[in-house]
């Protein structure tokens, strides 16, 4: 059965002192907290992966990267592989968040490629989906949604598919304040879950956890996670407080 997840996405923040402060601020309040029912990940810039991976060897949470190469190793400056990723500790990454697709121009392809990669090496990859501002306007953000999956994800097979975590992201919800209602965020949680419903069956459908992102705050937290088909969340802004990090971990 699917867990609960809360992941911080650090994004391109903190120097390394700071980073260094956040990550046992973060390991030192979860211990006060009973987190048994939920799955607590950190995803800290690549120059951190190795310190983060360290303190949560002692920690109640995991390490996980904002991006992969979707190359294997080599000739490709700047790139780091998913083998690399794994040499640190690395359990999870995340693929294809709209910045990435926004300022760096990944396809769905480059993410599919980016996704087999890390099942490759044992990471599991989060998957993020959203439409714009735009898209939802004119009525078409589940269509864009359905694209962003079939396309990006839906080339696995059922085994792997049950080892991939989805994160829907709108991107007028990112950085902006502006959350969706969890009856938005329900509508296309459920969307999603019915496309790998339709694509493999329930048993896979009921596997995989589906996390919302987007302006999530330990306000708002509660009640999008009360939602069915809403695990967890994908969080950036309050994942860089350590108390609003683990209050939103603690709202299941
Ligand atoms: P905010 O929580 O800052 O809106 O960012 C969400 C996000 O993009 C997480 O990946």
Redesign the pocket.
């Known amino acids: 059965m699917r867990r609960n997840i809360v992941a911080g996405?650090w994004?391109m923040n903190k120097l390394f002192s700071d980073a260094d402060d956040l990550v046992n601020a973060i390991a030192e309040e979860l211990r006060s907290y009973d987190t048994s029912d939920v799955d607590v990940i950190v995803c800290p810039p690549f120059p951190y992966l190795e310190l983060v991976s360290d303190v949560s060897e002692d920690g109640d949470f995991f390490t996980g990267a904002q991006n992969v190469s979707k190359f294997e190793n080599g000739a490709y400056t700047g790139e780091v592989s998913a083998t690399m990723l794994k040499s640190l500790g690395v359990d999870y990454c995340?693929v294809g968040?709209?910045?990435r697709r926004k300022y760096f121009k990944e396809t769905n392809q480059d993410i599919a490629q980016k996704i087999d990669r890390l099942l490759n090496e044992d990471i599991t990859p989060i998957m993020?989906v959203g439409e714009s501002l735009d898209e939802r306007e004119s009525g078409r953000y589940l269509e864009v949604i359905r694209t962003q999956i079939e396309e990006g994800i839906f080339h696995l097979s059922a085994d792997d598919m049950q080892r991939c975590i989805i994160?829907y992201?709108p991107v007028w919800?990112?950085?902006?304040g502006h959350t969706a209602t969890k009856e938005q965020a329900q509508e296309v949680h459920a969307f999603i879950r019915n496309l790998i419903r339709e694509k493999y069956n329930d048993d896979v459908a009921q596997e995989v956890s589906i996390l919302y992102?987007?302006?999530?705050?330990p306000t708002n937290a509660k009640e999008l996670f009360a939602m069915e088909d809403i695990d967890g969340g994908?969080?950036?802004?309050?994942?860089l407080k350590h108390k609003d990090f683990i209050e939103i971990a603690s709202s299941f």
Do not use: D, R, Y
């Open positions: 996405n994004k995340i968040h709209s910045e993020c994160a992201e919800a990112i950085g902006t992102g987007g302006s999530c705050n994908l969080i950036g802004g309050a994942s």
